[in-house]
T-cell receptor
Framework: GENVEQHPSTLSVQEGDSAVIKCTYS??????FPWYKQELGKRPQLIIDIRSNVGEKKDQRIAVTLNKTAKHFSLHITETQPEDSAVYFCAAIGSNYKLTFGKGTLLTVNP | GAGVSQTPSNKVTEKGKYVELRCDPI?????LYWYRQSLGQGPEFLIYFQGTGAADDSGLPNDRFFAVRPEGSVSTLKIQRTERGDSAVYLC??????????????FGEGSRLTVL
């Protein structure tokens, strides 16, 4: 089955700096890669996703890149704000139709 | 409803008891997923339904766990003879369809289960 590795587990940045979270996956048949943001005690919420037919997608301050050859994808947040502080999860849907999550990255944006 | 609804939001039970957790998906969503999330971890897949049938139950940890979705809408996750290790947040999600790259999963707020 699919295996998703996520790094780093914690990330602390100053307000206004950029943050990058990286993930790798194992199933070469995977073709959908969402990123979820989860605030403390809340549900995971989709912030951006990318499909395997594109290499990059951007939505305001958030961008995701995908390298299918290397089987890795990354989340980039620019001009970070304190409200970006949360746990971020990458995920991938493999050939078994299951959405497999990484272990998460706790992002702290210091004012 | 407007989103995925889960009840109860919190459940405290004693070791050995039986619990049921309910999920009401977004109307019209044919795919329904159950995940379990322990503190500091990512959601862990348990089971997913396409319509009324369990398309994949390979994530259920053992035979004490069972889930149903008799009419293709509401689903119930059932845990028998609960153990302390079952304590976690149980998340339900629904999607318009299943299959590779089919789209966003919408999550409920979760049911926090505490087994004493």
């Amino acid at each position: 089955g699919e295996n998703v590795e996520q790094h780093p587990s914690t990330l602390s940045v100053q307000e206004g700096d950029s943050a990058v979270i990286k993930c790798t996956y194992s199933d070469s048949a995977s073709n959908y890669f969402p990123w979820y943001k989860q605030e403390l005690g809340k549900r995971p919420q989709l912030i951006i996703d990318i499909r395997s037919n594109v290499g990059e997608k951007k939505d305001q301050r958030i961008a995701v890149t995908l390298n299918k050859t290397a089987k890795h994808f990354s989340l980039h947040i620019t001009e970070t704000q304190p409200e970006d502080s949360a746990v971020y999860f990458c995920a991938a849907i493999g050939s078994n139709y299951k959405l497999t999550f990484g272990k998460g990255t706790l992002l702290t944006v210091n004012p | 409803g407007a989103g995925v609804s889960q009840t109860p939001s919190n459940k405290v039970t004693e070791k050995g008891k039986y619990v049921e957790l309910r999920c009401d998906p977004i109307s019209g969503h044919t795919a329904l997923y159950w995940y379990r999330q322990s503190l500091g971890q990512g959601p862990e897949f348990l089971i997913y339904f396409q319509g009324t049938g369990a398309a994949d139950d390979s994530g259920l940890p053992n035979d004490r766990f069972f889930a149903v979705r008799p009419e293709g809408s509401v689903s119930t996750l059932k845990i028998q003879r609960t153990e302390r290790g079952d304590s976690a947040v149980y998340l339900c999600a629904s999607s318009l369809s299943s299959g590779m790259g089919s789209g966003e999963l919408f999550f409920g707020e979760g049911s926090r289960l505490t087994v004493l």
